[in-house]
């Protein structure tokens, strides 16, 4: 919500602007991260306050949870509103917000409503002139900022004010283990032949386990780390026009869907098919985008989540007996005790 307020600070001075295309500029790049984060709120929490305004804390008024139905129609309108005003890559400092990559995200908020038509539209209309995936995985990650990257926060290694934490969380090169241990059931799932698997997985001697291998830093200070958080890359809007194509299907043979799936596929030397499924899409988004906060939201999409967070759950590895309930987060309790909102339900 703080990057909403600012959001809605720059909307409401945009007057103050004398220069038409920097205007347009700020307006898409506002309405983007507007979008965004309402986005990843609605995703995690369902209904949330949907702030279209500047607001100060005793504004308590404008704080009322909206339906998750009419946060998405706004989050639509602002995407919307930032293809039309946003200039391609080329034409934007490198990092900035582009129309590829307010069409990447509409994409993907289409298809969590189900709107496969606009999805595919909307994902299509990315290209492939400005973005193209790497000729190796390992690039995506450790040569930051290539043609594969369509929107990423971006880091500085050892940069007080422009570094970041999470590499010192996520991997054994950080703390002692690291908290974002890949886990059993996971690294199953990964064929040993599979070239992405040397990046996603990091084998630890000190402690005799694998951990995360996606944001080792390179940094001299392991509490400011310089990786780039990817947010949206061309991989991703492949195996989203795949699932814009299965329109809900169980599989497809379409040629174009086939292609996008097969691209990602050959990257990671794995075989090609003639057909895809949605075990098949499942699985290769959660190898592909591993730690990349998308598989919760991928199961749910997909109808899965249920079912495989359960059967997750009855494994010795699980530390958790699973309720449907928990595919959304508890409203924190402060913002409970300030704004009089509603808790979702299993958290009473």
């Known amino acids: 919500y703080n990057v909403i307020y600012r959001a809605n600070i720059v909307l409401e001075n945009l007057e103050a602007v004398s220069i038409a295309a920097k205007k347009s500029q700020y307006e898409g790049e506002a309405k983007f991260a507007r ?5 990843n709120l609605v995703q995690a929490f369902g209904n949330v306050p949907l702030i279209k305004q500047v ?3 005793s504004d308590v008024t404008f704080f009322a949870q909206s339906a998750k139905s009419d946060v998405i129609a706004a989050i639509i309108s602002d995407l919307k509103d930032a293809v039309s005003l946003l200039p391609a890559r080329a034409g934007i400092a490198e990092g900035r917000a582009t129309k590829g990559a307010a069409n990447a995200l509409l994409g993907r908020v289409y298809l969590t409503n189900g709107d496969y038509a606009l999805a595919k539209a909307a994902l299509d209309a990315v290209g492939s002139t400005e973005y193209s995936l790497l000729p190796t995985y390992n690039d995506v990650l450790y040569k930051e ?6 929107f990423a926060v971006q880091f500085i290694n050892d940069n007080a004010n422009d570094s970041e ?5 996520f991997t054994s ?4 283990t690291g908290v974002n241990l890949p886990t059993d059931d996971l690294m199953a799932v990964v064929d040993p032949a599979d070239k992405r698997k040397s990046t996603l997985f990091f084998f630890e001697t000190a402690i005799s386990k694998w951990t995360c291998g996606k944001y080792l830093a390179n940094s001299t200070s392991t509490a400011l780390a310089g990786n780039d958080w990817i947010i949206l890359r061309y991989a ?3 195996l989203m026009q795949v699932e814009a194509i299965m329109a809900g299907n169980a599989s497809t043979t379409d040629a174009t869907a086939v292609a996008a799936f097969n691209a990602i596929r050959t990257r990671a030397g794995m075989p090609t098919v003639t057909t895809v499924t949605k075990a098949d899409l499942l699985k290769e988004r959660r190898i592909e985008l591993a730690f990349e906060d998308q598989r919760l939201y991928d199961l749910v999409r997909l109808g899965s989540a249920d079912a495989t967070m359960n059967a ?9 007996a699973y309720k449907p309930t928990a595919l959304l987060l508890p409203i924190p309790q402060r913002e409970m ?3 009089k909102l509603t808790q979702n339900p299993g958290y009473n």
């Not at 997750?312 to 958790?320: G, H, Q, R, V």
């Open 173 to 176: 090169k950080g703390r002692a």
């Open 236 to 238: 991703d809007v492949l």
């Open 35 to 39: 979008a965004l984060c309402h986005f």
């Open 55 to 57: 607001v100060t804390n």
């Open 145 to 150: 900022r290539g043609k594969e990257i369509i």
């Open 312 to 320: 997750f759950s009855l494994k010795a590895e699980a530390s958790f």
């Open 165 to 169: 934490g999470f590499s010192l969380d």
């Open 337 to 339: 005790n300030l704004y």
